[in-house]
């Protein structure tokens, strides 16, 4: 399991200045060095909120067999784990690299406030070329085909969404 406890640390205990980005970016190196040594892709990620790490994550896809296991959606499960929670709002993500469109969506989702990155994905796709960038697959990707039985889904979305949602 690649995601661990920020430096042994009790969670929430203060490590470094609430300002330092380029200090919590080495903390997401560090991760993405050790997946890069484990035969994962380099990519690291790490929480931080009031000046405090929640939790730290690398890509784990291959030794998870897991394609959603990149780093930032990684961190944000063990940090919705360790507080019990769906949302982690006032918190920051930093990523070794831009977060691609699913991770960008599950930040969306759990509410972090910022989003600070190393690489972009512009420069990634440069070097596989087939990243989403844009929201778009540069190098194919499904085809989407809306509408289908959708008066069946969205009454559900309705009964959920007049019941105050999550
Ligand atoms: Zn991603």
């Given at each position: 399991m690649t995601v661990i406890a920020a430096g042994g640390r009790?969670?929430?205990?203060?490590?470094?200045?609430?300002?330092?980005d380029a200090t919590w970016m080495r903390l997401a190196l560090e991760a993405a060095r050790r997946a890069g040594l484990a035969g994962e892709p380099p990519i690291g990620a790490c929480l931080v909120r009031d000046g405090a790490v929640v939790a730290t994550a690398s890509n784990c896809v291959v030794s998870s067999?897991?394609?959603?296991?990149h780093a930032e959606v990684s961190v944000i499960r063990e940090a919705c784990r360790r507080e019990r929670t769906l949302e982690l709002a006032g918190c920051t993500l930093y990523s070794t690299v831009e977060p691609c469109p699913m991770c960008f969506a599950a930040s969306h989702y759990a509410r972090i406030g910022r989003i600070v990155f190393g690489a972009s994905l512009a420069d990634f796709d440069e070097l596989t070329g087939s990243e989403l960038t844009g929201g778009r697959a540069t190098g194919g990707g499904p085809r989407l085909d809306g509408g289908c039985l959708r008066e069946e889904s969205l009454a559900l979305l309705r009964r959920w969404a007049g019941g105050g949602g999550r």
């Open positions: 009790p969670t929430g205990a203060a490590i470094a200045p609430a300002d330092d067999l897991d394609i959603t296991a």
